[in-house]
């Protein structure tokens, strides 16, 4: 994989803040390692495990979770694909464009499965002194991260295919419990 090389802009702070130095990890490295701090926030608030599968063969994680009301099994789990991009900015209540791989959206599409897949994309700012800000009382994360189940999705392209991620599902803990009692309850995410 091709990793984008740090921006190089210079780090605009709060006023009265110093500008400090930010590593040389590429930005793609820097967007996977928060998309994956965001995954770990949700699922810890929701009440699930994460495992992580080696080697990831095309999905990243599997979150698991227990209830008493699942009826397929006392422990459901889902595959959890990551992806991030600031090609889009964030726009509440519409879709935006995504491509991928064709390989990779036929292991998403597959239908039947035994144990569901989902899609989640993170939209962060460009630069990276925008993507979190700390508080006495919070952590904000920017912007977000938004999901789809891509069953039954066809492959339209001839190498990549562009697919549309709905904002409408926000990917937080209150949307991994409702997905994880759908499935609990033997059906689609």
């Given at each position: 994989?091709?990793?984008?090389?740090?921006?190089?802009?210079?780090?605009?702070?709060?006023?009265?803040?110093?500008?400090?130095?930010?590593?040389?990890?590429?930005?793609?490295?820097?967007?996977?390692?928060?998309?994956?701090?965001?995954?770990?926030?949700?699922?810890?608030?929701?009440?699930?495990?994460?495992?992580?599968?080696?080697?990831?063969?095309?999905?990243?994680?599997?979150?698991?979770?227990?209830?008493?009301?699942?009826?397929?099994?006392?422990?459901?789990?889902?595959?959890?694909?990551?992806?991030?991009?600031?090609?889009?900015?964030?726009?509440?209540?519409?879709?935006?464009?995504?491509?991928?791989?064709?390989?990779?959206?036929?292991?998403?599409?597959?239908?039947?499965?035994?144990?569901h897949k989902i899609l989640v994309v993170m939209i962060v700012p460009r630069a990276r002194h925008?993507?979190?800000?700390?508080?006495?009382?919070?952590?904000?994360?920017?912007?977000?991260?938004?999901?789809?189940?891509?069953?039954?999705?066809?492959?339209?392209?001839?190498?990549?295919?562009?697919?549309?991620?709905?904002?409408?599902?926000?990917?937080?803990?209150?949307?991994?419990?409702?997905?994880?009692?759908?499935?609990?309850?033997?059906?689609?995410?």
């Amino acid at each position: 994989m091709a990793l984008a090389q740090p921006d190089p802009a210079p780090d605009r702070t709060a006023p009265g803040h110093p500008t400090v130095p930010r590593g040389s990890l590429a930005t793609t490295a820097c967007m996977e390692i928060l998309q994956v701090g965001y995954l770990h926030a949700v699922a810890a608030a929701a009440g699930c495990s994460l495992a992580q599968p080696y080697p990831d063969n095309g999905i990243d994680w599997h979150v698991s979770h227990s209830a008493p009301g699942h009826t397929t099994d006392d422990e459901v789990t889902i595959k959890v694909q990551l992806k991030s991009t600031y090609q889009v900015p964030p726009r509440p209540g519409r879709t935006f464009p995504l491509t991928l791989d064709n390989d990779h959206l036929a292991k998403l599409a597959r239908t039947p499965v035994s144990v569901h897949k989902i899609l989640v994309v993170m939209i962060v700012p460009r630069a990276r002194h925008d993507w979190l800000h700390a508080g006495h009382d919070r952590l904000e994360l920017r912007h977000c991260c938004y999901w789809i189940n891509l069953a039954g999705h066809p492959v339209t392209g001839r190498r990549r295919t562009t697919v549309r991620i709905p904002t409408t599902r926000v990917f937080d803990d209150r949307a991994l419990c409702e997905i994880m009692t759908r499935v609990g309850a033997g059906g689609r995410p």
